[in-house]
């Protein structure tokens, strides 16, 4: 893989941008990564088990996408899902608190983390079983079209669903049908551990669009606002034609696949070159550099954030474990009396 | 009352539920041009159009993950599986997905979505097109699984299923799609869940549902001759199960057995020896038996597969071997 | 290492119990909660449930045996596991030194070519024999023929039991001689099945008759004691072996006495008429008010004279005898005694008696005249000094003003405790009795007679 220049000039998307804009995506990739930097510490204390999958290095996407979406869009996402979440807006407590398996989270702490879903904040989800969501995206795109609600689906996926079955056939079916959709492939340059020169048969995923008779984009991933005016022509192409879109974002994940994973595979000083164009570091030059802010306001919006994550974590600390009864509840919806 | 073949009752069922529910269309493969695979579709794309009468490529995976998705927006999606055999390669959707995804999101979604087709062996298919999915279906909490036998069940039921709120398997028959019976012409709707009496009887429980139900009545007339009473059940609803119609009847008649499309190992025969094992200890007269399939795949050959499926004879060997004749 | 299940102590007197009945068997996987057996108590029949999961390895309690509190009852542990070293381990298990090794080997080897067969029938079948089977080491059981496990269907045994029919007493006619709800129907049309088992089979004894026709012998039939059975036994032991008796006989005219119930009871309303007992017992409480020292009980280096009265009246029941007491029968009318020694016995027959009926009792009347038993000695009940035997009343030829008569007589003995009590007291006391008894005018007075 290509490994960034350090010394590269700043990303025109990023310092084009406006101070406030820029100000609240920074804050908003901060959450994220503040959030999970205290879920891996929950995780080390054992307040959290099962798997954790951290988004930390892929954050501008998130935010990115949210920039680009309207009101009824939805996100789609993946067992790495708490970036979409707190980007659509899910409230921190809720999400930290689903991670401890409490009553107060997201999903009332049958799902945890890798099965996020905030219906009212447009997150549909949520899904670990790689590859089994991309039909079921294409499944919403197929109700948009049908009822005519105008909305767009933003799927996620990693590079790592690319090869499996439910993949291929749900991006058959949004191009046989030119459904609303748009598949956004995070390359994180590792299926799991695996490089991907051992994984893809070819560089490039986009290439299979042709096939699925649908267009495509694929660039490396510098910043939030890169990201919004990328998907940004995608989101007309579908809201407008109905047209889907497969994209492939190459990015980079400073984290294992999991907290179990302690990422050995990587090359001598990738991570360190990765590191130096994350969008949060970048972000914050621009702040500094061109928006005339200080150091020390940076540090007070970060110390912040971190006080907010620190709540979150009290929260689901001290929030209940589900009610003994909550297990038998939401699996059959009783039959409505016909009229 | 018409009588109608139980293609044209699932016909029918479907056509009037997309005359009633504008959300509720019809997806599979060969559904629309070919007007179904059985023809049970036919006339439904000249009636409702593309839009709503589907044609999809060979992708059960991608089809059933479409209503799934198109479920959990607010419509309510008829997936017809060629044969059941093929819901194998979509089984994660129904798994992972149909079944959970209501418990899963804190009951924010829910998917209200039928799939059907037929389902169990037919006539020298091979052992890959022959294959009962009763049993794995049935185990999955989450899902409803209903197995229908005749016309009047099949209308009344579907209905019933496309209108539910939770996911549905509808189980149909090859064999049987030309069974004829007699239908209401005025609009009716039988609830999940109530097995059905379709012969009273005093001496043995037979409890049956889909394809051996035509076999256990032919078995209970063989019974007759020989003087012993044979009470035929059809559970037609395979989850949840009508536990109490079983276990009433077989406090009565303190013997049962169990007659069906499907493997010995495990399955919905076996849940039923254990909740009439449980449940009606004290009132049993011999150890329940089970009629179904040999525990193996099947064959192609004529002769074998013949042997390997339920049999009136079999049945009724059965129900002199609980009643001690 | 596989755990030892202890017999249980199910109530807060217990101090042995009987495993009455397994409710599992060899093999048999138990979860914790489960019901395994049944246990009899001094009290009660009890389950007992498991406090530990686990297959069962061993049986170690037959069904009947008494066992102390404690006392290893079964093993329980992993499939294969062996039960010998549990129990060796628990301390002392019986037979743990001979407990080679009982490794089922063969079935095992017969396990794997079946599935290495490859055959799903073959495989299914074999699985049963998976069990563990008894160890080699424990001693043939023997077992009753009563015991032996009935084949039978849920529903034959649910209509047997409503019917009180014996499920060993009706010919089964399902496979394996299965008794099935049709043999039941049948006995209940029939009504047969209420017959013990057959007599246990005998077997030549080796000796003949002057005909040639063999003796037969036939095998010993242990019966369980039931929990009565056992505290009668202990109960005698101690007074025949703490308790010096001595016995004094006494011949009673009942002639008044005849008369007087005779014509009492033609006074009294149905239901207030009194027996002869009734009678005894009011004359024998009445003398025990005057001789306090047979109205005792003796306690090591004092006696203790009891100051209530309170008479026993000993009543045979089916398994046993239980002696339920009349309260204050000195001060209680000849009404009152006949009212409640009815209510007594009833109780006693329908095995109603409450504890406090049976105790408190200063002296006992045990009346075996209905058998015809002309006069008899009984055992002193345990804390006190002495107990009336009364025989049958019969018309006897008596000497009486030198002429031969025929009269009604009667005889009492006296067993009495010569720690407390000497021979010519009890004589004067039975005297006094024998006066009540032959003037039972005597008795209805309030003051001493």
Redesign the interface.
């Known amino acids: 893989m290509e490994i960034p220049d350090k010394n590269a000039p700043l990303p025109e998307t990023l310092t084009s941008a406006g101070k406030d804009e820029t100000l609240k995506a920074f804050r908003e990739m901060l959450r994220i990564r503040r959030f999970e930097e205290t879920a891996a510490r929950a995780y080390t204390r054992g307040k959290i088990s099962g798997f954790l999958h951290l988004y930390i290095g892929q954050e501008a996407i998130a935010v990115g996408v949210k920039l680009a979406m309207q009101a009824n869009d939805r996100v789609v996402g993946t067992y790495r899902d708490h970036g979409y979440a707190l980007a659509q807006g899910s409230d921190a407590n809720a999400c930290m608190a689903e991670l401890f398996g409490k009553a107060t989270g997201?999903?009332?702490g049958?799902?945890g983390s890798m099965?996020y879903?905030?219906?009212p904040n447009g997150l549909?989800?949520?899904?670990a079983?790689i590859g089994?969501?991309?039909?079921?995206?294409?499944?919403?795109?197929?109700?948009?079209k049908?009822?005519g609600?105008d909305a767009v689906t933003m799927c996620f996926l990693g590079d790592g669903a690319v090869g499996i079955?439910?993949t291929h056939?749900?991006m058959?079916?949004a191009g046989?049908w030119d459904l609303p959709v748009i598949y956004i492939v995070e390359n994180n340059r590792y299926s799991m551990g695996t490089p991907l020169e051992r994984t893809l048969p070819t560089e490039d995923i986009t290439a299979r669009a042709a096939g699925y008779g649908m267009a495509r984009d694929r660039f490396e991933l510098t910043d939030p606002f890169q990201v919004r005016e990328r998907i940004g022509a995608a989101m007309k192409r579908a809201r407008e034609e109905s047209q889907p879109t497969l994209i492939e974002i190459l990015t980079y994940r400073f984290r294992g696949h999991s907290m179990s994973d302690p990422a050995k595979y990587r090359a001598k000083g990738e991570l360190e070159a990765f590191r130096s164009r994350d969008a949060i570091e970048l972000s914050r030059r621009v702040l500094m550099e061109q928006h005339g802010m200080s150091e020390d306001e940076l540090d007070a919006i970060d110390d912040e954030v971190i006080e907010e994550m620190d709540a979150a974590y009290t929260f689901a600390d001290e929030s209940p474990q589900p009610d003994p009864e909550h297990r038998f509840?939401?699996?059959?919806?009783?039959?409505?009396e016909?009229a | 009352m018409a009588n109608l073949q139980i293609r044209e009752a699932i016909r029918d069922a479907m056509r009037e539920e997309m005359e009633r529910d504008e959300r509720v269309f019809l997806m599979g493969e060969e559904v629309g041009h070919y007007q179904g695979a059985y023809k049970c579709s036919q006339g439904l794309l000249e009636q409702f159009g593309a839009k709503r009468v589907v044609d999809t490529p060979i992708t059960e995976t991608g089809f059933s993950g479409v209503g799934i998705g198109a479920a959990m927006v607010g419509l309510r999606p008829i997936i017809e599986f060629m044969t059941f055999n093929f819901s194998a390669v979509a089984f994660d959707q129904i798994l992972n997905n149909a079944s959970k995804i209501h418990h899963m999101t804190g009951g924010q979604f829910s998917v209200p979505i039928v799939f059907r087709g037929p389902n169990a062996a037919a006539h020298m298919l091979g052992s890959t097109h022959s294959q009962a999915f009763d049993g794995i279906y049935a185990h999955i909490p989450g899902l409803k699984v209903v197995s229908v036998a005749t016309p009047y069940d099949a209308k009344g039921l579907l209905k019933s299923a496309i209108r539910d709120p939770n996911p549905v398997i509808f189980f149909e028959s090859e064999l049987m799609y030309a069974v004829r019976g007699e239908v209401p012409e005025e609009e009716y709707l039988i609830p999940i869940g109530e097995a059905d009496i379709k012969r009273p009887g005093e001496q043995v429980t037979l409890i049956t549902w889909g394809q051996s139900v035509p076999t256990s009545l032919e078995a209970a007339k063989l019974a007759e001759a020989d003087g012993l009473d044979v009470e035929v059940i059809d559970l037609r609803t395979l989850r949840p199960l009508d536990e109490a119609a079983v276990i009433h009847s077989v406090k009565k008649t303190n013997r049962a057995v169990i007659a069906y499309h499907g493997w010995p190992y495990g399955g919905v025969g076996a849940e039923l020896v254990d909740r009439i094992q449980r449940m009606a200890f004290d009132w049993l007269d011999a150890p329940v038996e089970r009629v179904c399939y040999d525990d193996i795949p099947f064959s192609y050959a004529e002769n074998l597969e013949h042997l390997s499926i339920p049999q009136p004879e079999d049945i009724y060997a059965a129900c002199r071997k609980v009643a001690y004749r | 290492m596989a755990i030892v299940v202890e017999l249980p102590r199910l109530s807060d007197t217990m101090e042995e119990g009987v495993v009455a009945n397994w409710r599992i068997a060899l093999g048999d996987k138990v979860k914790r909660g489960q019901v395994i057996a049944e246990i009899e108590t001094d009290k009660a029949t009890m389950e007992f449930e498991s406090f530990d999961s686990g297959y069962v390895l061993l049986l170690v309690a037959e069904e009947g045996e008494t066992l102390p509190l404690g006392a290893p009852i079964a093993v329980l542990g992993k499939k294969g596991e062996d039960p010998q070293e549990a129990l060796a381990a628990f301390g002392g298990g019986s037979g743990g030194g001979e407990a080679a090794a009982p490794a089922p080997a063969p079935e095992a080897a017969a396990d794997a070519a079946a599935s290495a067969a490859a055959d799903a029938q073959a495989v299914a079948e074999s699985a049963p024999a998976a069990a563990p089977s008894a160890p080699a080491s424990v001693e043939a059981v023997h077992v009753d023929p009563k015991d032996r496990r009935i084949p039978a269907s849920p529903v034959a045994r649910r209509l047997a039991r409503e019917h009180d029919l014996e499920l060993a007493a009706i010919t089964g006619t399902g496979p394996h001689g299965r008794v099935v709800k049709a043999d039941v129907e049948k006995a209940i049309a029939e009504g047969t099945g209420k017959a013990a088992a057959a007599p246990a089979a005998g077997e030549f004894s080796g000796e003949v008759d002057g005909w040639g026709r063999p003796y037969v012998s036939r095998p010993d039939d242990s019966v369980r004691l039931s929990m009565m059975r056992k505290a009668i036994a202990r109960n005698m032991t101690k007074a025949k072996q703490e308790t010096p008796h001595y016995y004094l006989t006494m011949d009673v005219d009942m002639e008044k006495a005849f008369a007087f119930r005779a014509d009492f009871n033609e006074a009294v309303p149905e239901g207030t008429k009194i027996s002869f007992n009734d009678l005894i017992v009011k004359a024998v409480a009445r003398s025990l008010r005057d001789f306090p020292s047979v109205n005792a009980s003796f306690d090591g280096d004092k006696a203790i004279i009891r100051g209530d009265v309170n008479v026993g009246i000993a009543v045979a029941v089916e398994d046993g005898l239980v002696v339920p007491v009349v309260r204050y029968a000195d001060q209680k009318s000849l009404e009152a005694i006949s009212r409640e020694s009815k209510a007594l016995g009833k109780s006693a027959r329908d095995k109603h008696l409450r504890p406090e009926d049976m105790s408190g009792g200063t002296f006992t009347v045990s009346n075996l005249g209905m058998f015809g038993i002309e006069s008899f000695a009984a055992v002193i009940n345990p804390g006190e000094a002495g107990i009336l035997a009364v025989g049958a009343i019969e018309s006897r030829p008596v000497v009486q003003g030198g002429e031969l008569v025929i009269r009604k007589r009667m005889k009492m003995t006296i067993s009495a405790d010569h720690r407390v009590t000497d021979g010519a007291v009890a004589a004067k006391w039975l005297t006094k009795v024998r006066g009540y008894l032959e003037n039972p005018l005597k008795m209805l007075t309030d003051g001493p007679g």
């Open positions: 997201l999903v009332g049958v799902g099965h879903f905030d219906r549909w989800g949520g899904y079983i089994n969501h991309v039909p079921v995206a294409a499944g919403h795109a197929f109700a948009s049908y009822l609600d079955g439910p056939e749900g058959t079916l046989l509840k939401n699996i059959m919806i009783p039959v409505p016909e």
